[in-house]
């Protein structure tokens, strides 16, 4: 069983769209993330949720919306995606994230490509 | 955000054992010692943690300096597998603003030859 799933995998749209990625852990943890990868490799986190209340919020363009439906689920809206968005997004969870020594578990990743 | 620094490659035969160094001068008395590792195509991965002493698991050995301002990940007997990049991060005492986040660095590039 996948414990932090993402869908879709791929996904390639144009400049102008909006559109969603999914994230769901089965994993009974209390907090999940959203993090960045450009193409550069840096890995940058957009956001984190506890308990479906927002906990961290770094500088990500407000086309960025992250929702949390239930604690297991945190899925992350773009609208008037632009080229720059093209990137790879990992969803990923931890128990309470108030325990420095957590281990984060991570997604396979979102591969998106703006055209 | 405590910072890391690590080398930008490293290269090893398969194996041998590999020692990953990695400098965390600024680190404070409360944050933790991660190392992840992102295999191509895929998310990162925990590899090990540790405060203070070093400690062993079945991926690797994590050796912590007295001072705890560097740390060496130890993979025993490097396989083809093990290539990988190799984040080092100290991830923060969630009692402030920082909510326990990890935050990458540049990590090392491990190349593991046949």
């Known amino acids: 069983d996948t414990a932090v799933s993402q869908t879709p995998k791929y996904l390639v749209t144009q400049m102008g769209n909006d559109k969603s990625i999914k994230c769901e852990q089965n994993?009974?943890?209390?907090?999940m993330y959203w993090y960045k990868q450009d193409s550069k490799k840096f890995l940058k986190i957009m956001f984190s949720?506890?308990?479906?209340?927002?906990?961290i919020n770094e500088t990500v363009p407000n086309r960025f919306s992250p929702k949390s439906p239930d604690k297991a689920h945190l899925n992350l809206h773009i609208n008037s995606l632009e080229l720059g968005d093209s990137a790879v997004y990992f969803c990923?969870?931890?128990?309470?994230?108030?325990?420095?020594?957590?281990?984060?578990?991570f997604g396979e990743g979102s591969w998106l490509t703006v055209v | 955000d405590a910072k890391t620094t690590q080398p930008n490659s490293m290269e090893s035969n398969e194996e041998e054992p590999v020692h990953l160094p990695c400098n965390h001068s600024t680190i404070s008395g409360t944050d933790y010692i991660h190392w992840y590792r992102q295999l191509p195509s895929q998310g990162p991965e925990y590899v090990i943690h540790?405060?203070?002493s070093n400690v062993n698991n079945r991926m690797a050995s994590l050796a912590i300096a007295e001072d705890r301002k560097s740390s060496t990940l130890i993979l025993h007997r490097a396989t083809l597998r093990d290539a990988a990049v190799y984040y080092c991060i100290l991830r923060e005492s969630a009692g402030g603003t920082s909510y326990g986040k990890l935050t990458f660095g540049q990590g090392t590039i491990l190349t593991v030859h046949p």
């Open positions: 990923a969870s931890s128990p309470s994230g108030t325990g420095s020594g957590n281990t984060i578990y």
């Open positions: 540790g405060l203070t």
């Open positions: 949720y506890n308990n479906k209340e927002l906990i």
């Open positions: 994993l009974g943890h209390d907090t």
